[in-house]
């Protein structure tokens, strides 16, 4: 048996007016000719962003949901080059520590999956300086919090560069120049057309890095790979041995057979119960974080659709055990 929480991204479909991705970019910013003005406006945006994350875990305690991915673009323009004078927490600080009374208050995973720019794995200086200043900012947010920053953001391993076993090796290179502080958050995770699920636990045992397994990128990338998942399973646990926080996987269907790399609005139950039906009882906990365009309403359907099954017991609106 093994308990289930299931998790959805950023926003939902039943609140209105909960976006916590509203943005201005940097254009916009020029045209306001009052830099103090328009640096006052992006701070308003970051706040309201942050204020609707506030609503967004109220609805998820309101419907048992223990599990939340945050927006990455909380903050616009946070380290955009021609800003960097910018103190941006500072206004952030007391929304930040309202998110993270609730929090203490509701206890809740929540984490972070930095967008596709955030690279590890390459060879320009200036791109590995970016991305650690992203994962700083990652880094702040959570602090603000005061969410514990261990294992809580997910990244890609990176470019292929057209020779994909020295992108793996350019990646543990890599790991050296990220001070500790930043190792400690990052977990990694397979995708769907360059690094497959042997090449992403290569990199993790190397390094120590609990793996996050996408079974929709896995099924993308079968043929390529040609190994069936669950004899990589039990190494997938063993990356989460001394982590904090349960195992994490990614749940997505394919739009369809033709776009099949691209999400669904919503999860097909039979493919999620191949997923569990392989990893069942091997670890006692997993938490399933859906990529899917419906977002909440994508988990709260999965909840339906899942009750139809004689060996899932429902534990509430967003969690259940799988026999």
């Not at 299931?6 to 970019?25: D, E, F, I, Q, R």
């Not at 720019?117 to 650690?132: C, H």
């Not at 470019?159 to 543990?172: N, P, S, T």
Request: aromatic residues 10%.
């Amino acid at each position: 048996m093994t308990l289930v929480k299931l998790g959805y991204v950023a926003m939902s479909v039943h609140l209105t007016n909960a976006s916590p991705s509203k943005t201005m970019t940097y254009a916009q910013f020029s045209k306001l000719k009052d830099r103090e003005a328009a640096i006052d406006k992006l701070e308003r945006i970051a706040v309201e962003n942050l204020e609707n994350c506030l609503r967004l875990l109220k609805h998820n305690v309101a419907n048992d949901i223990q599990f939340f991915r945050f927006s990455s673009k909380l903050v616009p323009l946070a380290n955009h080059e021609e800003l960097k004078d910018w103190k941006f927490m500072r206004p952030l600080k007391e929304i930040l520590s309202q998110i993270g009374d609730y929090i203490d208050a509701h206890p809740m995973r929540v984490d972070f999956h930095p967008d596709h720019f955030v690279l590890l794995n390459s060879k320009k200086k200036e791109i590995i300086n970016q991305t650690i200043k992203t994962l700083s900012m990652h880094r702040s947010l959570l602090k603000g919090m005061r969410v514990p920053t261990t294992h809580r953001c997910v990244l890609h391993i990176g470019g292929g560069y057209e020779d994909r076993e020295l992108a793996l090796e350019q990646f543990i290179h890599n790991w050296a120049l990220v001070p500790q502080s930043l190792q400690e958050m990052i977990i990694l995770e397979n995708d769907d057309k360059t690094f497959h699920l042997r090449d992403a636990l290569y990199v993790c045992e190397k390094l120590n890095v609990p793996l996050v397994f996408d079974y929709h990128h896995h099924l993308a990338h079968y043929e390529k790979e040609a190994k069936p998942w669950e004899e990589d399973w039990g190494r997938v646990v063993q990356t989460w041995e001394y982590s904090p926080l349960p195992v994490k996987m990614h749940i997505s269907s394919p739009r369809d057979e033709k776009d099949f790399r691209a999400h669904s609005d919503y999860v097909d139950p039979k493919v999620f119960m191949d997923f569990l039906q392989g990893a069942k009882g091997s670890t006692p906990e997993i938490h399933c974080m859906i990529e899917a365009k419906q977002k909440d309403e994508a988990l709260f359907q999965l909840m339906r659709d899942l009750k139809g099954f004689s060996n899932i017991e429902i534990v509430d609106g967003a969690s259940f055990i799988i026999k």
